[in-house]
C-alpha cells in the first residue's frame, strides 16, 4: 500500500530538477512510479535524506494527508535558515525589513524570518505557506514577460492540466457564473488589476499571489447559446518561479478562496 495519498504529494517532496539520476525522465515520473510502489522514495538521489527518513515509518497512515502535509511543510521552513534573506528579498521581489523576508500576497504582507517563522496578517492556509516557501527556497527571480500560458504549456503541466481544469477553472467559473462581483472583488480586496481584454475574453483580470507569479483570469459571457467559459493563464516564467505542484497549488487555492467568499455573501448554491 502506498504511503501517499497521492502522486502529487510524493512531487511535492522532490526538487523538480528532472535531473534524470534516477532513471526517470521527469520527477513526476518518479513520483507517479513511487505512488504506484514500482519505485522508492529513497531511489531520488537529490532528496534529503530527512525527509526519506520522515516518509520510511511503515506504521504511518497512507492517507494521512494532513500529517504529510505538515511534515513537509516543516522540511521547507528549516531550509529558510539556509538562504541569504537579503538576497532572497531583490531576488523575489519582496523586502528586507528587521530580520524578515517580505512579499506581497495579493497585496498583503506575508513575511518570514531566519527560524522558519511566518509573520502575517492574513490567515496562513497551505496553499499560500507551500508555494511562498518554494517561492524563496527555489524561485529564479525572473521578471515576468507579459507572456501568458495555460498551465498545460508550462513545464510538466500537460498531465496536471485535466485535474487543474476541474479544481481551478470549472470551481471559478461557476462562482463568475453566480456571484456577479468576482471580479470587483478580485481588483479591489485582493490588489488585482483588471487588463484589456486577452484571448478575446470579455473580462481579464491580473492577480498577483506572489510577486513574480502572476495569474491572469479571463472570462467569456454566454453568448448567442453558447455557454460562459473562464480560462487561468500564467507568465511564461512561472515554471523558473515556482515549482510546477504550487502553481497548481495557487490556483486550486484561489478557486476555493473566492467560492467561499460567494458562500459568504449570500451564493450557497455554488459547489
Known amino acids: 500500500m502506498p504511503k501517499f495519498p497521492n502522486a502529487m504529494s510524493i512531487f511535492q517532496l522532490l526538487d523538480k530538477s528532472n535531473c534524470r539520476d534516477c532513471g526517470e525522465k521527469t520527477c513526476l515520473a518518479f513520483a507517479g512510479a513511487v505512488f504506484t510502489g514500482r519505485r522508492q522514495l529513497s531511489e531520488c538521489p537529490r532528496l534529503d535524506k530527512q525527509i526519506i527518513d520522515a516518509h520510511s515509518d511503515s506504521d504511518a497512515d497512507p492517507f494521512d494527508v494532513e500529517k504529510n502535509r505538515d511534515e513537509f511543510m516543516e522540511s521547507l521552513k528549516q531550509k529558510i535558515g539556509t538562504v541569504d534573506l537579503k538576497e532572497a ?28 517563522v511566518i509573520f502575517t496578517d492574513i490567515h496562513v492556509n497551505a496553499w499560500v505557506a507551500g508555494p511562498f516557501l518554494q517561492y524563496i527556497l527555489h524561485g529564479k527571480g525572473l521578471t515576468p514577460t507579459g507572456d501568458w500560458r495555460s498551465l498545460r504549456e508550462l513545464a510538466d503541466g500537460r498531465e496536471m492540466y485535466p485535474l487543474f481544469q476541474k479544481r481551478c477553472e470549472e470551481s471559478l467559473k461557476r462562482v463568475a457564473d453566480t456571484y456577479p462581483d468576482l471580479f470587483d472583488d478580485m481588483v479591489h480586496i485582493f490588489s488585482g488589476k483588471q487588463v484589456d481584454a486577452q484571448f478575446q475574453s470579455d473580462i481579464s483580470v491580473v492577480l498577483l499571489p506572489l510577486p513574480k507569479v502572476p495569474v491572469m483570469v479571463c472570462y467569456w459571457l454566454p453568448d448567442e447559446g453558447m455557454s ?17 505542484g504550487s502553481i497548481f497549488g ?8 473566492f467560492t467561499k467568499l460567494a458562500q459568504r455573501h449570500g451564493f450557497a448554491a455554488i459547489r
Open 228 to 244: 460562459s467559459s473562464l480560462n487561468v493563464f500564467f507568465d511564461q516564467t512561472a515554471d523558473k518561479n515556482l515549482d510546477i
Open 89 to 116: 528579498a531583490e531576488r523575489t521581489g519582496g523586502r528586507y525589513e528587521n530580520d524578515r523576508l517580505i512579499v506581497k500576497v495579493l497585496g498583503k504582507d506575508f513575511g518570514i524570518n531566519r527560524d522558519g
Open 250 to 257: 495557487l490556483g486550486s487555492g484561489l478557486a476555493q478562496m
